[in-house]
């Protein structure tokens, strides 16, 4: 009788998988890698421009490159599903993301803090690592859905770089359970552009986080002030990495500290911005919001962005099952789809008259044209959801 052959380190990471993609997805660590070489870009070629690597990679070589490949078109099997969530090549994609993230601030801090450099040449360094911070939201974003608790510690080590912990509370436990509603802040809108979503999602956010967070401690007759509190727990995690790296390389270090957690936080919420535009859920029979539905977020699926995003442009599938990992995501034809990628998007969303061009009759035809379906403005039609009050 032949016995099997005990599968090889390699196997078990590489080959099981039904994955086509499988691979691919160490270039999701392009972003933190990128924003490693500026410096040595520049020393090399004596382009300046590389201080701005990461903006011009993620707002024009992708969208570029989204155009030449196109989209995605493989799900994975319910089959496969289980094999693909416990293979744990997926989960060091993300877990290397943290390290680079962090070296790469750390060198960016050395060079602000030097003279060498033109002001310019640092802002194009701030403008880079302020993108690294936006798409390091995205792999907490991933990393905080999770029940471990490694993972759920690390979601929070990724978000200090931008002084964003509280979207750990408020993205779980809030938008996920508003989505889609007038009521959630991170929903942008029909009609509303970028410029007036921005501060009504930072802010309702950041109330919601609070209150959540608040009334959770209360549950379990604990004191806000809780070591167990989780959004002072990932506040004192940026107080801690700031102030390490404030003794460490100056005072001087910390408008660029502040450019880059702006820059990052603008990104988050502009990519919150193009994922449910306009897109409200169905009015149940009692008056509650139906279960949140493939229907009720934008779908993109390029290739190029669903690598580089960790399939965050699948986010119809997130939503409507968030306990799914990444590479289990799966695009539905229940799913609305962009015209492109989240990269192009924001580009498009920046200039509101073009978003409103381009996203105005997509929404209406998802609705087949009934204003009253729409998650509208307050000042606009009345938000009656699909079915009856």
Known sequence: MRVPRPRHLLERYFVPAADPKRLLWVFGLVAPVCALLPSQLVMRTGLTVFWWIE??????????????????GHNPSDADYEELSANRFYRWCTYLFLPVQVAALVIACYLWAGSQLRFVDKLGLAVT???????????????????????????????????????????????????????????????????????????????????????RLLRQQRSWWSPC????????????????????????????????????????????????????????????WARCSPADSWNSDRLVTNIFLFHLQRHSDHHANPGRRYQTLRTTSEAPQLPAGYATMILVASVPMLWRRTMDPRVLAHYDGDLTRVNTMPDGVRRAGRGPK
Not at 57 to 72: E, N, Q, Y
């Open 55 to 72: 903006p011009i990679i993620v707002l024009f070589v992708i969208p570029v490159l989204d155009r030449l490949i196109g989209d995605d």
């Open 129 to 215: 690592v302020g993108f690294l911070a936006g798409i390091g939201i995205n792999a907490a974003h991933e990393l905080g859905h999770r029940v471990e608790r490694l993972e759920r510690w690390l979601a929070k080590v990724a978000l200090a770089q931008s002084g964003y912990g509280h979207f750990y509370v408020e993205h779980n436990r809030g938008h996920h359970a508003r989505v889609a509603t007038p009521q959630d802040p991170a929903s942008a809108r029909f009609g509303e552009s970028l410029w007036k979503f921005l501060p009504r999602s930072v802010i309702g956010g950041f109330r919601s986080a609070l209150e959540l967070e608040r009334e």
């Open 229 to 288: 509190n989780n959004v002072l727990q990932s506040w004192a995690m940026t107080v801690v990495l700031f102030g390490g790296l404030v003794a460490t390389f100056g005072p001087e270090i910390l408008p660029y500290l502040a450019v880059q957690a702006v820059i990052g936080i603008w990104l988050l919420e502009t990519v919150n911005y193009v994922e449910h535009y306009g897109l409200l859920r169905c009015r149940l029979p009692n008056g509650r």
